[in-house]
């Protein structure tokens, strides 16, 4: 099925239908993406988990939403977009009710991973409708409205879950999601056309890399579900090696680690010798990483999103359990960091267009890394205005220099017919770095167990985790002064840099 063969104005009731329905879904995801981490310490003493199942609750839904957005694309291209997207906001609403009524830390992460896997059919639905749907001509300003508005999402993410968790409970960040979706299958049935992949270079859900487009810009959308079970695979054997390590006592568990290791190194090798194997029927074709640039970005988003991800575990937790504040003054904590991003992102990308890359990205990071070594200091009563504020606006403030102009330098780096698939594998990497990091820091700081209910024991495992964080945002700085240039434009080898 082609797309409408009268396309959607924007201004059309069903034009407005459409982007409602798209952003709120979407919203959803980034939502359950960034309030968890206020809730930590509520559900960690409701469900008596440890540092791993707080662990595991972050990264159980990061982990599946990394693996399979590329896949999720590609079956929305094959089988249908709306259908795909419907099916994506059905399964993360069962998983959201599931994760509301969990009764124990292991249902809970089970249902993470499950709503993770719904989240991946529908991010890149959301765009991919509005790429396919849209008039030409208006197609720019919806893309610019979804995104936007999925940024306010994000931002007042954090402020609505502390006001749901301190007003009713932390089930109820998960809870709220049923009557949400219920409006977004109701527009979607009524507004969104059902659209397939056709016989043009189609690059929709460039956004969010959801649309795996032939590398010759060919008719037949692909998925390639062996790559995407083995990329899974091994980021959550690695993952699972990293949090276990931190928790181990006993003979047992070391074998754990070892094994999860090795699951983990292993399907990773099999990940990358099936892709070189495949060629450009692959997932992901060799000849983006022939462009030395689109690899060092992609090191570059690992290493910085490591750190944001690190932080956002880190610093709910500590506001609330060291410092003492409520969920909603831990929300309201993290609003300047998003509100920077929202305002300053366009004009980030604008001066990028000007002058080139590098200097936003080397100069962002290392603002950051001032913001995280100010925040290290964060210990019981800490003041809002003194202590907190400053730290998180020059974070904020630092990372506006990078988000925006990185994602334009991914797209800039490759030729326009990879531009679906290079930018979801930006996206992925960048929520890799976060699992990462949340599976990795509480072994590298010493915090196991329940010490993250023990004040002194979470400010010593805090101060020193900033300190990585910062660390990772000095690399990230150094990566983009020696290796990161403007991309050159206007040549189609693979090997142009």
Known sequence: MAPPSTPIRLASPAGRGLLFAAVLASGMVFLDGTVVNVALPHLGR?????????????????????????????????????RIFLLGVICFTAASVLSGIAQNIEWLIAARFLQGAGGALLTPGSLALIQASYHPDDRGRAIGAWSGFSGVSTAIGPLLGGWLIDALSWRWIFLINVPLAVVVVFAALRWAPESRATGSANQAAAGTGGAVIGAAGSAAPRFDITGALLGALGLAGITFALIEAAQRGSGGASVLVAVGAAVGVLSAVGFVLLERRKGNAAMLPPALFRRRLFSVLNIYTVVVYASLGGFSFFFSVQLQNVAGYSALKTGLANLPLTALLLIGSPRAGALVARIGPRLPLTVGPLIAAGGVLLLRGIGPHASFWADVVPGVFL?????????????????????????????????????????????ALPLLVGLSGAAYRMPAELSNAFRAAMLWCAGLLVVGAVLAAVLIHRPKTGQDSPNSD
Do not use: E, I, K
Request: proline share 1%.
């Open 46 to 82: 409701s469900l008596d988990a440890g540092v791993s199942g707080l662990q595991w609750t972050v990264d159980g839904y990061l982990l599946t939403l990394a693996a399979f957005v590329l896949l999720g694309g590609a079956l929305g291209d094959r089988y249908g977009r709306r």
């Open 395 to 439: 974070f904020g403030l630092g990372l506006t220099f990078v988000v925006a102009p990185l994602t334009t330098s991914v797209l800039a780096a490759v030729d326009d017919r990879f531009a679906g698939v290079a930018s979801g594998f930006n996206n992925a990497a960048s929520r890799v770095g976060s699992v990462l990091a949340v599976a």
